[in-house]
């Protein structure tokens, strides 16, 4: 009981379909808190999909079906009491594309704040400063906060939209391949950032990249055609796999 | 293939980069491009110099500022600057209304398509025919008579569906990305069109806005029918739109068929040159404003 206790995000028989086509057939994890889950797989496997039905950002597509139920601290999120709103404070996204939208920067970090209600000039200073801080990158963008955030290079603006992301103060922060669209340098400076948001934060990261999930992940869920072939703790996933698909796809064997 | 392939490199082997040629086929092509630009931006030149030379001479403050009943210019040019004022003041939360329905909360599907293609349709009508509608509805079912207000109902149907389209466009281009950042962060729909979606289109809704304003300027056929042919300066501020009043295109009109006045060419020439003026500063404006909103 006590070690259910620690699984911040517990997702149970969910299923989940596009119109017609079943894109996540039957998926039971349990993310504990405080840890980084990976979540891995080629591409089409459900894995970006289940990531996004943890913040109901499915809700968005049109046809998109889901069944079975998703608890977070407990509580069902597909329960019709749920307050989206209150859901997406809770676990905030950050996306493959860096996506800051086109204000300063500083009005892109207090953009979250706001929706939520705080209209106090020095409470946003505050949390700008917080969380750009806590994003690593309060050095450099601290002299050019009324500046478009439009200026900055790839790796800064994700940096940013992590910042932005942190500024609602969530619980669980979920990457969907964050990444993916930087080069090494800037892709090392977000691995780094990650492990420090860990001590902090829930942190579930869909990526492509098994190096990268074994760098950073505690935990690794190995998804194929919708379904999770495999999870376990990172090392033992990739030391000494179960299942021979999984180990197909980590040996470099498809996918 | 690969024979085939082996002996054609060993051919090119033999021959120097030095040897471009110039075909004749691209020679005439190229000449036929330019002789086209050069035409159109010929015609446009000479279509400007021949009015402003023929107006602009008699264009005078006097001019401008006449209020005489008979050929003063200063009521037509209120009557103008009223129907654009009212045309738009409607025709402009209603377009932009209509494209956010249409592009972001209606599901696409054929209903979507019948409004797009209504839209599409009623863009290509000629504007005598809304010009006959709004004299049925407006001027003789509703009472309006002709009056200002008449051409300005009138005027709102026929700008609709060029601001509903142009801003529709304008909408489809913001990337999703930015909708999809601001819903994660706990915004709700209505935020995020108006917060996010709505002030990234700007430029393109200020194209369509600009448009419409030199629409309405340049507008003859639709105003025939409603608007009537008053001259006279308006009494009262608001009880103006009641009355009849010809604006600055259908004053052209009048007066080059109008015998009886002396110099009516010539008026007819200034006006055309104020008409263009006009819009070259809108459409000045229009890229002015467009360029600060882009960031």
């Given at each position: ?255 | 293939?690969?024979q085939i392939d082996k002996t054609e490199s060993d051919v090119r ?207 003859s056929a639709a105003f025939l029918l409603t608007i009537g042919t ?66």
């Amino acid at each position: 009981m006590e070690k259910e206790k620690n699984n911040k995000v517990v997702i149970e028989n969910l299923n989940l379909f596009y119109g017609e086509h079943h894109a996540l057939k039957n998926i039971n994890l349990k993310i504990p808190e405080g840890k980084i889950t990976a979540f891995i797989g080629p591409s089409g496997c459900g894995k970006s999909t289940c990531l996004k039905s943890i913040n109901r950002m499915n809700d968005l597509v049109d046809n998109c079906r889901i069944e079975g139920k998703i608890f977070i601290s407990g509580e069902d999120i597909y329960d019709p009491r749920t307050d989206v709103t209150l859901l997406r404070k809770c676990a905030g996204m950050v996306f493959q594309t860096p996506n800051p939208f086109p204000m300063s920067i500083f009005d892109n970090v207090a953009y979250g704040p706001r929706i939520h209600g705080i209209k106090d000039k020095k409470k946003l200073e505050e949390i700008v400063e917080r969380s750009l801080r806590g994003a690593a990158i309060w050095d450099d963008l601290k002299d050019k906060l009324k500046k478009s955030a439009f200026g900055l290079s790839g790796g800064q603006q994700q940096r940013l939209c992590i910042a932005r992301a942190l500024a609602i103060e969530p619980d669980i922060i979920l990457m969907d391949e964050p990444t993916s669209a930087l080069d090494p340098i800037s892709t090392l400076k977000i691995e780094d950032l990650m492990m420090e948001l860990r001590k902090k934060y829930t942190v579930i990261v869909v990526t492509h990249n098994m190096q990268q999930a074994t760098r950073i992940a505690d935990k690794t869920a190995f998804f194929l055609m919708g379904e999770v072939i495999e999870y376990s703790d990172t090392d033992r996933m990739f030391r000494n796999p179960v299942d021979k698909r999984t180990e197909d796809y980590i040996t470099g064997r498809f996918g | 293939m690969q024979q085939i392939d082996k002996t054609e490199s060993d051919v090119r082997k033999n021959i120097s980069l030095y040897s471009k040629r110039v075909r004749k086929s691209d020679v005439v092509l190229k000449m036929l491009i330019y002789f086209s630009a050069l035409l159109t931006v010929g015609f446009f030149i000479l279509l400007i110099a021949y009015i402003i030379v023929n107006g602009a001479g008699y264009i005078s403050l006097d001019f401008l500022l006449s209020s005489a009943e008979s050929d003063g210019l200063l009521p037509i040019i209120i009557n103008t600057l009223y129907v654009e004022f009212f045309t738009l003041i409607f025709a402009i939360p209603i377009g932009i209304g209509a494209a956010i329905y249409l592009t972001q909360y209606v599901k696409q599907g054929k209903f979507v398509k019948l409004i797009r293609f209504s839209t599409e349709t009623l863009a290509g009508i000629p504007s005598i025919l809304f010009g006959l509608f709004g004299y049925a509805i407006f001027c003789v079912l509703f009472g309006l008579g002709s009056s200002i207000i008449a051409g300005c109902l009138t005027m709102i149907i026929c700008v609709l569906p060029g601001i509903i389209r142009t801003t529709e466009e304008a909408l489809l281009t913001v990337p999703n990305s930015y909708k999809n950042g601001a819903l994660a962060l706990g915004a709700g729909k209505f935020r995020t069109i108006f917060e996010i979606v709505l002030p990234c289109a700007v430029p393109g809704i200020l194209t369509s806005v600009i448009l419409a304003v030199g629409r309405i300027m340049g507008e003859s056929a639709a105003f025939l029918l409603t608007i009537g042919t008053g001259t006279k300066m308006p009494k009262e501020v608001f009880s103006h739109i009641f009355s009849s009043g010809r604006t600055l295109t259908l004053h052209l009109y009048y007066m080059s068929g109008n015998g009886s006045v002396p110099d009516a060419m010539k008026i007819c020439f200034a006006i055309a040159t104020i008409l263009l003026i006009l819009i070259f500063v809108l459409n000045v404006l229009a890229k002015l404003l467009a360029k600060k909103f882009i960031h």
